[in-house]
């Protein structure tokens, strides 16, 4: 339980707004990634697993908390959360290091096409 109502419903709308977000972002990255002629075929994995993923929460939620021996909910969906603010942060140099190594400009792009 929240202790305030105002932290469940940020709660609620911070989870609402990334999965509103994720979700194309997903489908826009398999149709850049898929050829054309697959790409109901990947979508509809890319969905399965979402869904098979998101049927799985609970019992990855309660081996998390056996494991940790907490005594709520709460502690284990922290622990996620710190886990994913430090996997995030450290993306962020992963990312600048990959964005400078790509080649620049249309002639590279060329090249890198074969």
């Given amino acids: 339980m929240a202790h305030e109502v105002w932290t469940a419903a940020a709660a609620v709308c911070l989870i609402g707004f990334a ?3 994720l979700f194309p972002a997903t489908f ?7 050829p054309r002629a697959s790409l109901t075929a ?13 049927f799985l929460s609970p019992l ?3 081996g998390i908390q056996l494991l940790f021996h907490f005594h709520s909910t709460r502690e284990v969906f922290m622990l996620v959360a ?15 290091t990959r964005k ?3 080649p620049q400009g249309p002639q590279a792009a060329s090249h890198s096409r074969g």
Avoid: D, W
Wanted: aromatic fraction near 10%; proline fraction near 2%.
């Fill in 19 to 21: 999965e509103g977000v």
């Fill in 28 to 34: 826009n990255k398999a149709a850049e990634v898929v």
């Fill in 82 to 96: 710190c886990g994913l603010g430090l996997a995030a942060i450290a993306y962020l140099p992963l990312m600048r």
């Fill in 60 to 62: 990855f939620m309660k």
């Fill in 100 to 102: 400078t190594q790509e």
């Fill in 42 to 54: 990947a979508i509809s994995l890319l969905l399965s697993c979402i869904y098979t993923f998101q």
